[in-house]
């Protein structure tokens, strides 16, 4: 049985996300100030669009509105998507930051930045980027050697099409 409000609304609302396609992240209850925040971040395998995640606010809200779930005092209802440099907790986070450059943690100390190529049940392989003109190198890790996972933002990164693009040229 759920103790935590967190916990109540997510097994309220988590339904609701999951039937309009979309993946319930992580729900909070903040105070700010006198005020009260539900934030509820979303995402989906292909992303989640403005438009889905304003859909998903408008049923969320009525659902808390006809069930009274956070009560008789003001709230505000945020929801959005878990950002670019998002940490990757679960599974399906590992899979859809495939092709992205990530910063690991290892269990055994030390830090690592990749690109994953794959994943799979057991782990993934990542290419880890050349260093002074050297080959990128490919590398196995298991999900027990991972301690913590964050996407990176790259700003100058081509694209597979720029490159396929350029090698025509």
Do not use: W
């Not at 109540?8 to 105070?31: C, K, Y």
């Not at 260093?131 to 590398?139: C, I, Q, S």
């Not at 050697?145 to 025509?168: G, T, W």
Request: proline residues 2%; negative net charge.
């Amino acid at each position: 049985m759920s103790t935590t409000q967190s916990e109540r609304l997510r097994e309220l609302l988590e339904p609701l996300v999951t039937s309009q396609g979309l993946d319930l992240e992580e729900i909070a209850v903040d105070s700010v100030g006198r005020k009260r925040v539900l934030r509820v971040v979303v995402d989906s395998d292909t992303g989640a669009d403005l438009d889905a995640i304003a859909d998903v606010s408008r049923a969320l809200s009525a659902k808390l509105d006809e069930t009274n779930a956070m009560g008789d005092a003001a709230y505000d209802l945020e929801v959005g998507t878990p950002g670019a440099e998002r940490a990757l907790t679960e599974h399906r986070h590992f899979v859809r930051a495939t092709d992205r450059l990530v910063r690991f943690q290892l269990a055994e100390g030390g830090e690592l930045v990749a690109r994953i190529l794959t994943v799979d049940e057991d782990g993934l392989d990542v290419e880890v980027p050349g260093v002074k003109g050297r080959k990128a190198t490919t590398r196995r890790l298991g999900f027990p050697e991972i301690a913590k996972a964050r996407v990176q933002v790259e700003f100058n990164r081509k694209d597979k099409k720029d490159m396929k693009e350029e090698e025509e040229a």
